[in-house]
């Protein structure tokens, strides 16, 4: 079900008047309850691995920091043409057993945080923002850093559509960003540049959001050539920001969001049918989980035996050994 769908289907629920004519207030409310629900189902036990996905990235000669979008978490980055798993090292034991840089094949990966860019600024530089939609000319735009001297800044300034504007006509000294943030979700991507429209991009704010975010880390020993990694990590939850958006949720319970809107309703209305509502929607959640983790077979996967290597010393030694 698309979103559209399931606020329609909310409303005719509630005997409202369903989209287009719904009113904005009302229509703004369902959204957010939509939004909630899909952000809470999906970080319960049994459901979050629906985020899972694993992506790829080639390291760069001499580069050391990396990022990756939009993401929650990480579990892991292996490297299959040297087939080994990178092993996770403290900010601390890489600076003791790395000061200065040493070149090689990676081993290991130090998490830097999470961060609003993807690069900084090579040198004292002026910014600009555009949009990829000509239709984004409201939102203001915000940036906060830090300019030649080591002073605090911010500037904002209004978009302009696909035609990129200087977020400060009166500062082009800017040497890092800290912040770089909408007032409002835009209909396309927004992103920043160094020195013009065209100059190197430093974050990209997606389709929808008010934020850019990225997972920022180091590789050691610093690549000295082209490496094709994989990385296991569960997405950041993306909210239902257009009519023809799906939830991540399996097609056949869809119908969960729309529920548990449903229930939210009547509980700001303080509504005494909010007991019945919330229990169908609870017993939906349950059937998901159930079939989410249901063998092909029919059987809960706790008792199914779990399959395990054949052990490489011979039938007569455990498995695994």
């Known amino acids: 079900m698309t979103r559209l769908e399931l606020l329609t289907q909310w409303a005719y629920r509630l005997e409202k ?32 691995h629906l985020r899972d996905a694993t992506v790829t990235f080639s390291s760069v000669a001499d580069q050391v920091s990396y ?38 094949t990676p081993e290991a990966v130090i998490w830097t945080g999470r961060q609003q ?46 035609t990129a504007v200087n977020v400060s006509s009166t500062t082009s000294t800017w040497e890092r960003v800290d912040k770089f943030f909408l007032s409002a979700a835009g209909a396309g991507f927004v992103t920043l540049h160094e020195d013009s429209g065209s100059g190197t991009e430093l974050a990209r704010i997606p389709i929808a959001q008010t934020y850019s975010q990225y997972f920022g880390f180091n590789l050691w020993p610093t690549p000295s050539g082209v490496i094709s990694y994989s990385v296991d990590l569960t997405r950041a939850i993306t909210d239902l920001a257009q009519d023809t958006d799906v939830p991540v949720l399996p097609e056949d319970f869809h119908d969960i969001l729309m529920l548990g809107a449903v229930a939210d309703e009547y509980q700001r209305l303080k509504d005494e049918r909010y007991t019945i509502a919330i229990s169908e929607y609870m017993a939906r959640v349950g059937e998901l989980q159930y079939w989410l983790f249901e063998t092909p077979i029919g059987k809960p996967r706790t008792l199914v035996r779990r399959w395990q290597r054949p052990s490489q010393l011979g039938s007569w030694y455990p498995a695994g050994t």
Not at 29 to 43: F, S
Not at 76 to 99: A, C, G, H, K, W
């Open 17 to 48: 008047t369903p989209p287009p004519d719904m009113d904005a207030t009302t229509q703004a409310r369902a959204l957010g309850y939509l939004n909630q629900r899909q952000r809470r189902l999906l970080t319960l036990d049994g459901l979050a």
């Open 67 to 104: 990022v990756l979008p939009n993401i929650a978490k990480v579990a892991r980055i292996f490297d299959p043409t040297n087939q080994r798993v990178l092993y996770e090292m403290s900010q601390q034991d890489y600076r003791l057993v790395d000061p200065v840089p040493l070149s090689g």
């Open 117 to 162: 860019t993807a690069k900084q600024p090579s040198d004292a530089s002026s910014l600009f923002v555009k949009s990829s939609s000509a239709s984004d000319t409201t939102q203001t735009a915000y940036v906060v850093g830090v300019i030649t001297g080591g002073y605090q800044a911010s500037a904002s300034v209004t978009l302009t559509g696909t």
